[in-house]
């Protein structure tokens, strides 16, 4: 199985900082590689696919980056509303796999 | 607007048996390859199964192999996950999700509220 590891698990950041969450394969999945925004008690949310195309209303200060192993989730201008966890998954083999959660919290 | 409702969750027995359904609209449901994923409590995202547009192929996480089925019935645009010889570790929300597009089959663009299954005696 393709292991998924994020980091790091959990920030505090401000608003209007830039954060960077990373997500790195156990092997390589090319650009089969999304993120997800979940919220408490709530269902993810999709915001990016094949590691770097930003879902339709997804606002643009996400983005994605990276291909093969490593691969990277910026906000580059961090919003209330942006205080979640986020998941990376890999959907290049079976099983679907996903990271474990970088939970996003205020300072 | 795509919606997916989940349901059928509650509380059950060791080796009990449970069916989750999922109910679709919004969209041509018999055009998406279908999936659940579970979440344990205070946990992280697990993907347990996925059904071809026309149920024809299915694939599972190795945990439940066996003792889950995915299935679903285009006609009444629903999924379901039978699920029998249920374990605590099976405990968690189980979400219906929808994937991302006709093309890219295996990431998720919808999620169903969830559904929250309980294993314990």
């Known amino acids: 199985d393709i292991q998924m590891t994020q980091s790091p698990s959990s920030l505090s950041a401000s608003i209007g900082d830039r954060v960077t969450i990373t997500c790195r394969a156990s092997q390589g999945v090319g650009s089969w590689l999304a993120w997800y925004q979940q919220k408490p008690d709530k269902a993810p949310k999709s915001l990016i696919y094949?590691?770097?195309s930003l879902q339709s209303g997804v606002p643009s200060r996400f983005s994605g980056s990276g291909s093969g192993t490593d691969f990277t989730l910026t906000i580059s201008s961090l919003q209330p509303e942006d205080f979640a966890t986020y998941y990376c998954q890999q959907y290049n083999f079976y099983p679907l796999t996903f990271g474990g959660g970088t939970r996003v919290e205020i300072k | 607007e795509v919606q997916l409702v989940e349901s059928g969750g509650g509380l059950v027995q060791p080796g009990g048996s449970l069916r989750l359904s999922c109910a679709a609209s919004?969209?041509?449901?018999?055009?998406?390859?279908m999936s659940w994923v579970r979440q344990a409590p205070g946990k992280g995202l697990e993907w347990v199964a996925n059904?071809?547009?026309?149920?024809?192929?299915?694939f599972y996480v190795d945990s439940v192999k066996g003792r889950f089925t995915i299935s679903r019935d285009n006609a009444k645009n629903s999924l379901y996950l039978h699920m029998n010889s249920l374990k605590p570790d099976d405990t968690a929300v189980y979400y219906c999700?929808?994937?991302?597009?006709?093309?890219?089959?295996?990431?998720?663009?919808?999620w169903g509220q969830g559904t929250l299954v309980t294993v314990s005696s």
């Open positions: 919004g969209f041509t449901f018999s055009r998406y390859w």
């Open positions: 999700a929808r994937a991302d597009s006709m093309v890219t089959t295996r990431n998720f663009g919808y």
């Open positions: 059904i071809k547009q026309d149920g024809s192929e299915q």
């Open positions: 094949a590691a770097s």
